[in-house]
């Protein structure tokens, strides 16, 4: 059983404790477990923003369908709080569906149109 000494709480995948044997343990989003230190996370949590290298790393873009492997990485890591926690839950961003129904329907009777002025 572990036993937490202390530890910084800032979000989902972004944690960092120690344990009763004075191991620091970190989880961050984006970065390798264990790479980050007590002191790099509490710079973070104040709102700093912190420079790591990373050997190698993968990025997917679901889109494309691809993936890019890239080499010898300066990575920036800052605390996003962009999300909303209420009630010990992120809220969910809300998206004017109205105003998206609209646009969609006026891009198809663009479409639709454009093929009389061009033919």
């Known amino acids: 059983m572990v036993c937490i ?3 910084y709480f800032l979000g989902i995948k ?3 404790y120690i344990d009763d044997k004075d191991v620091t343990h970190s989880v961050f989003s984006g970065v390798s477990r264990n790479t980050l230190t007590w002191n790099e996370i509490e710079q973070i949590s104040k709102g700093l923003t912190i420079e790591i290298s990373s050997l ?4 997917k873009n ?3 369908l691809n993936i890019a492997i890239k080499n010898n990485l300066e990575i920036s890591i800052t605390l996003n709080t ?11 961003i809300k998206i004017n569906i109205k105003f998206l129904i609209t ?5 198809k009777l663009f479409y639709f149109l454009r093929w009389f002025f061009v033919y």
């Open 103 to 107: 646009i969609d329907y006026y891009l």
């Open 56 to 59: 190698i790393k993968f990025y």
């Open 62 to 64: 679901i889109n494309k």
């Open 5 to 7: 000494k202390k530890a």
């Open 14 to 16: 972004k944690y960092v």
């Open 82 to 92: 962009r999300k909303k926690y209420f009630n010990n839950k992120y809220l969910a």
